[in-house]
């Protein structure tokens, strides 16, 4: 997913190499009849942009899921959340 929303920041100019775009995710595991099963990710995006860019980056966040193979694939059957945190 980071890959997705870095790539959709770079295609409009906001700059996402060179560790300005990093991506940290938390997982919470529950048993379901007795095995356990990922339920619900979250993915924190931590980017260095300029301010001038928040509108932007804003717009791109809330797309950039649905074009995201990784995304489409597994939020079916599991719960997930971004956001963006400024780095």
């Not at 995710?25 to 860019?53: C, F, N, P, Q």
């Amino acid at each position: 997913m980071t890959g997705t929303f870095g790539g959709a920041l770079e295609a409009r100019g906001i700059p996402a190499g060179e560790g300005r775009l990093s991506g940290h995710v938390t997982g919470e595991v529950e048993k379901d009849e007795g095995v356990l099963v990922i339920k619900r990710i979250h993915v924190v995006y931590e980017l260095k942009a300029d301010a001038e860019h928040d509108e932007t980056i804003e717009r791109v966040h809330g797309m950039h899921a649905s074009k995201c193979p990784v995304y489409r694939t597994l939020s079916g059957c599991i719960d997930i959340t971004t956001e963006v945190r400024r780095a």
